[in-house]
């Protein structure tokens, strides 16, 4: 989501008060209240999910104000949820070192995406505010040999800025059939002309989900990036962004979040294709969005490679929380 970090609340990542998400909302309770997960007293926005071995991972976006850059917490059983930290007891960073092409003064580290290569290194994909041009984002890479990092950049140089379009965020690593793609989203409502999140007023500025195919390493282009889907105007505020892809059996489910953040139009949605690189056709309603099971303006889901564990934040008292959930996926179809 591209704005300014003053206006971006949401984006303060693991914020004071932080939920657990059940099918329904009687069953929906703080983590807090949970005596394992008491240490878990912050909030949490654009979650990135993986498992390695039993333990799971989260990771987020970074907190207004800290001089954290990417957090993380782990859970033994996609419940109970703590922060992961240092030995010295501090909460540690995922990625405590910036490369050259990030404004170090005012990073805006955003939405991370850790991927497992087969040689069984890491792979973080995240997205920064740009020394080329402040107002805008890119996307960049770092590697680990383990998955809580410490993370190194790779490379002096972004890995995705189409600066002329917008910039680029929200980036998600994907692999299917030996091959590896990069799903991200070219933020051009950082160049919209006003309205919520800066692209709700007509003309509206594309803002295509793309897809970039990629070697063994996660991160060295093999061709040319594909448009997979693209903003609908008004009908979606301008914005989709947050791809997450899934598959099940030989349909690909692009998740994906429409709407502006800010508003009760934010929604965690979805569309299906027979190819990895589309059509994609929209599904009639979003998985998640305002008034389902209680929450307002969910969005920003990750879904595991196992097509069920799914993280995503939501509105919860004055900021955003972290909420899981099981999905189920049948054909075309997806509940929860």
């Known amino acids: 989501m591209s704005w300014t970090e003053?206006?971006?609340?949401?984006?303060?990542s693991w914020v004071a008060d932080r939920v657990r998400f059940a099918k329904t909302a009687d069953v929906r309770r703080r983590i807090g209240q949970q005596p394992r997960e008491a240490e878990v007293n912050d909030n949490t926005t654009h979650p990135s999910i993986i498992q390695v071995g039993r333990i799971w991972y989260a990771?987020?976006?970074r907190t207004i104000g800290s001089t954290l850059h990417i957090q993380i917490a782990s859970s033994?059983?996609?419940k109970t949820w703590s922060i992961v930290k240092n030995s010295d007891g501090s909460q540690k960073d995922a990625l405590p070192n910036l490369p050259p092409w990030v404004n170090t003064g005012s990073p805006n580290t955003w939405a991370p995406d850790i991927i497992q290569l087969t040689d069984g290194s890491f792979v973080m994909y995240y997205s920064a505010t740009t020394t080329a041009d402040t107002s805008k984002h890119c996307v960049g890479a770092a590697s680990a040999s383990s998955v809580t990092g410490p993370y190194t950049p790779i490379g002096s140089s972004a890995l995705i800025c189409p600066l002329s379009s917008g910039g680029a965020i929200d980036a998600s690593g994907y692999y299917d059939n030996?091959?590896?793609y990069i799903a991200y989203k070219v933020d051009g409502n950082s160049m919209g002309h006003g309205g919520a999140c800066g692209n709700d007023v007509a003309p509206y500025v594309p803002t295509p989900i793309m897809l970039q195919p990629v070697g063994s390493d996660g991160h060295t282009f093999q061709g040319s990036p594909k448009t997979i889907l693209n903003n609908d105007g008004a009908a979606d505020q301008g914005i989709v962004e947050?791809?997450?892809l899934a598959k099940s059996g030989s349909t690909y489910i692009l998740f994906f979040s429409s709407g502006c953040f800010t508003t009760?139009?934010?929604n965690v949605n979805y569309a299906t294709s027979d190819s990895i690189t589309g059509s994609y056709k929209r599904a009639a309603s979003p998985l998640f969005a305002t008034g389902i099971d209680g929450l307002t303006a969910p969005g920003g889901a990750d879904i595991f490679r196992d097509g069920k564990h799914m993280l995503f934040h939501a509105n919860y008292g004055s900021g955003r929380a972290l909420y899981e959930a099981i999905v189920t996926i049948s054909g075309t179809k997806v509940t929860a």
């Open 6 to 12: 003053q206006n971006l609340t949401e984006r303060g």
């Open 59 to 61: 990771f987020a976006t």
């Open 76 to 78: 033994p059983d996609f």
């Open 178 to 180: 030996g091959k590896r």
């Open 242 to 244: 947050a791809p997450s």
């Open 264 to 266: 009760g139009n934010y």
